[in-house]
């Protein structure tokens, strides 16, 4: 089962910004060897947080009308949408327990 959604600019508003959950954004590209080293770490949030938080991944090689919006300067970015605005953002590889710990005050337990 895939717990990710791959994105791009045309659906960005309907998956990210119109989202009922909280929504990490993980902007990437297949160049990127950062990017290619937290993606498994971003993998492994979105299928613990399944139900709770949606996981997009977006290349920006691909899809730069996004990444020019919210101002992506470096890659890899995680930027964390709740209620169709941007909460916090995280730049760099960086370990899982700091993703956690920045996404979890916007995760809210589903009965």
């Known amino acids: 089962m895939k717990y990710t959604v791959e994105d791009s600019d045309l659906n960005f508003e309907q998956e990210v910004l119109k989202s009922d959950v909280p929504v990490l954004v993980d902007f990437w590209a297949p160049w990127c060897g950062p990017c290619r080293s937290v993606a498994p770490i971003v993998d492994e949030i979105a299928m613990e947080y399944h139900g709770k938080l949606k996981v997009v991944k977006l290349n920006t090689d691909d899809n730069q009308e996004v990444a020019i919006r919210y101002g992506i300067r470096s890659i890899p970015t995680l930027g964390l949408f709740n209620n169709g ?18 996404i979890k005050p916007f995760i809210h337990e589903i009965n």
């Open 85 to 102: 605005q941007v909460v916090d953002g995280i730049i760099g590889a960086v370990p899982k327990n700091l993703i956690e710990n920045r």
